[in-house]
C-alpha cells in the first residue's frame, strides 16, 4: 500500500477525526466506538492493527497496548457519506471494553428508561491493566 489516497476519500470532522466502528469479524457484534485521526487510520491499514487517536490524551493509542487485547484488522470499509469507517477485527483476548467486557455497547434502555448492564465483565479491569503496564 505505498499510495495513501485513498485517505482523501474521508470526510474528517472539524477536529481532523473520524468516528471508527470496531466489529468482530466472526460474530458481527459491535465492539466499539473510538476516533481515528488521518495518522491513525494509515497506521491501521498499513500495520494492519486496530490504532486510533485518544481524544483524552491527545495522542495515538494503538489498541491493546496497556491491555494486551489487541484487534487484528480483518477489512477495512468506508460508509456512504464517507464520514466513518468500519473495522472488521479480530480482539485478541475476547474483550474489547476497558470495563473488561467484550463490548463496550454493554448497556441496554429498558422499557422503565434505565440502563440495563447486559453483558457480564469477563476480566476485572485492575487485573488487566496491572499486568500489562
Not at 493509542?61 to 473495522?87: A, F, N, T, Y
Not at 422503565?112 to 453483558?119: A, C, I, K, P, R
Given at each position: 500500500?505505498?499510495?495513501?489516497?485513498?485517505?482523501?476519500?474521508v470526510?474528517?470532522?472539524?477536529?481532523?477525526?473520524?468516528?471508527?466502528?470496531?466489529?468482530?469479524?466472526?460474530?458481527?457484534?459491535i465492539?466499539?466506538?473510538?476516533?481515528?485521526?488521518?495518522?491513525?487510520?494509515?497506521?491501521?491499514?498499513?500495520?494492519?492493527?486496530?490504532?486510533?487517536?485518544?481524544?483524552?490524551?491527545?495522542?495515538?493509542?494503538?489498541?491493546?497496548?496497556?491491555?494486551?487485547?489487541?484487534?487484528?484488522?480483518?477489512?477495512?470499509?468506508?460508509?456512504?457519506?464517507?464520514?466513518?469507517?468500519?473495522?472488521?477485527?479480530?480482539?485478541?483476548?475476547?474483550?474489547?471494553?476497558?470495563?473488561?467486557?467484550?463490548?463496550?455497547?454493554?448497556?441496554?434502555?429498558d422499557?422503565?428508561?434505565?440502563?440495563?448492564?447486559?453483558?457480564?465483565?469477563?476480566?476485572?479491569?485492575?487485573?488487566?491493566?496491572?499486568?500489562?503496564?
Amino acid at each position: 500500500m505505498s499510495s495513501e489516497d485513498w485517505l482523501d476519500a474521508v470526510k474528517w470532522n472539524s477536529d481532523g477525526l473520524v468516528a471508527a466502528i470496531a466489529q468482530d469479524h466472526q460474530t458481527g457484534k459491535i465492539l466499539m466506538q473510538a476516533w481515528m485521526n488521518r495518522e491513525a487510520l494509515s497506521l491501521t491499514a498499513r500495520e494492519q492493527q486496530a490504532v486510533y487517536w485518544s481524544r483524552s490524551r491527545s495522542r495515538l493509542w494503538r489498541k491493546g497496548e496497556s491491555s494486551g487485547h489487541q484487534q487484528k484488522l480483518i477489512e477495512l470499509r468506508l460508509d456512504c457519506d464517507g464520514d466513518s469507517v468500519l473495522l472488521v477485527v479480530e480482539q485478541l483476548g475476547g474483550i474489547a471494553c476497558h470495563t473488561g467486557r467484550e463490548s463496550c455497547f454493554y448497556r441496554k434502555l429498558d422499557q422503565q428508561g434505565e440502563w440495563q448492564v447486559t453483558d457480564a465483565v469477563i476480566k476485572d479491569p485492575d487485573t488487566i491493566y496491572s499486568s500489562h503496564s
